[in-house]
Antibody, heavy 122, light 106 residues
């Protein structure tokens, strides 16, 4: 069974940093694009970042996080990470880790974690 | 960036109703469009991809159609489990973008 489990959320002050982790299981992790999608309280879904498969690593970011967030993966640990710096109140959201496709390029999200809440507040 | 516009934003319906949700893109997607269902407090669930392909395990009362810039999600006979919020998402190009959502309520 495909599973992704996020961790690392919490309360952080504006300007602070946080690192989210996502542990995956039940599939050949290195063969799939992995993604972060967020949802602010009471709002819709916003794609944040994607990292392609191990063989050809491409990184993609939403303009709203470019230069502040960094996505990475460790295929030996079946994990993907999101390093978030210079956080602002607008980054407050539930952050979901989601599996993408096995091909390079834009993707759908076919398996999602339960989400981890990031709250940016003074 | 490709803008995705869903309508309506809220839809009132009853069990057994046929429900249709529309998603319009600001530029052609060919058929690179997906639909998700999200229940309150839960993660989204993929229902349909490439406009009309049903994800494994999704009931056949869900169907998708369209191409280019206009797409629809149809629930042929609404069931109690279907009251939720539905989102469309384009995967034609980065940045990936979602529609604003349609809440299906009683």
């Amino acid at each position: 069974e495909v599973q992704v489990v996020e961790s690392g959320g919490g309360l952080v002050k504006p300007g602070g940093s946080l690192r989210l982790s996502c542990a995956a299981s039940g599939f050949t992790f290195s063969s799939y694009t992995m993604n972060w999608v967020r949802q602010a309280p009471g709002k819709g879904l916003e794609w944040v970042s994607s990292i392609s498969t191990a063989s050809t690593t491409y990184l993609y970011y939403a303009d709203s996080v470019k230069g502040r967030f960094t996505i990475s993966r460790d295929n030996s640990k079946n994990s993907v990470f999101l390093q978030m710096n210079s956080l602002g109140v607008e980054d407050t959201a539930v952050y979901y880790c989601a599996r993408g496709g096995a091909l390079v390029g834009p993707t759908v999200f076919d398996s999602w974690g339960q989400g981890t809440l990031v709250t940016v507040s003074s | 960036d490709i803008q995705m516009t869903q309508s309506p934003s809220t839809l009132s319906a009853s069990v057994g109703d046929r429900v249709t949700i529309t998603c319009r893109a600001s530029q052609s997607l060919n058929r690179w469009l997906a639909w998700y269902q999200q229940k309150s407090g839960k993660a989204p669930k993929l229902l349909i991809y490439t406009a009309s392909t049903l994800e494994s395990g999704v009931p056949s009362r869900f169907s998708g159609s369209g191409s280019g810039t206009e797409f629809t999600l149809t629930i042929s006979s609404l069931q109690p489990d279907d009251f939720a919020t539905y989102f469309c998402q384009q995967f034609n190009s980065y940045p990936l973008t979602f529609g604003g959502g349609t809440k299906v309520e009683v």
